[in-house]
């Protein structure tokens, strides 16, 4: 599903342990690293999408995380020219994406990447708040640092109510 101007919708999860680390993802059989991502499909809203990409991605459910915020726009990027597939119809220049903030619940054991039809990712790293807009390929780092940026206070929020209850030893500033 691509939208009049090119853009197909979709949903990027930024999960968090209780240590305020995110959930870094390798493509599958590549050198490159990225929040889990997918698209949403017809009158799927980007909540839905976002909990069935959970699955899919990385095996986890929604009883796994809780979600804690999400962005409010669709934030655009847009694809390289020789990743754009000319010969498709409509032809797809970008992604929209509306970013879920996610808090891990369950233990990490729990990731998996076999639920869905092709392993997107075959491993994860725990990486800090800030290292995703600096490591991702080049092309999407606009969109990663206005998501980060968005999530930033709820994120810090999270972290803070963690700590009140001790389940947090030291957080790093945000």
């Not at 669709?74 to 929209?96: A, D, M, N, T």
């Not at 054991?109 to 039809?117: E, P, Q, S």
Request: charged share 30%.
């Amino acid at each position: 599903m691509i939208d009049s101007d090119g853009f197909r919708p979709n949903v990027g999860l930024i999960i968090f342990n209780d240590e305020g680390k995110l959930l870094w993802a390798k493509r599958f059989g590549q050198d490159a690293w990225q929040f889990p991502q997918g698209g949403i499909q017809r009158h799927e809203k980007p909540e839905n999408a976002a909990l069935r990409e959970l699955r899919e991605e990385v095996g986890l459910e929604a009883s796994d995380v809780e979600i804690i915020a999400s962005t409010g726009k669709w934030l655009r990027y847009r694809l390289p020219e020789h990743l754009i597939r000319q010969r498709s119809f409509p032809v797809c220049i970008g992604q929209k994406q509306r970013w879920f903030l996610l808090r891990l619940l369950s233990d990490t054991a729990r990731i998996r990447f076999d639920l869905g039809d092709k392993p997107e990712f075959d491993d994860i790293r725990w990486i800090d708040y800030w290292d995703a807009a600096e490591q991702v390929v080049s092309f999407k780092r606009n969109v990663y640092r206005r998501a980060l940026e968005e999530l930033r206070q709820p994120y810090s929020k999270a972290l803070q109510a963690l700590q009140t209850l001790g389940q947090v030893s030291q957080i790093k500033s945000t």
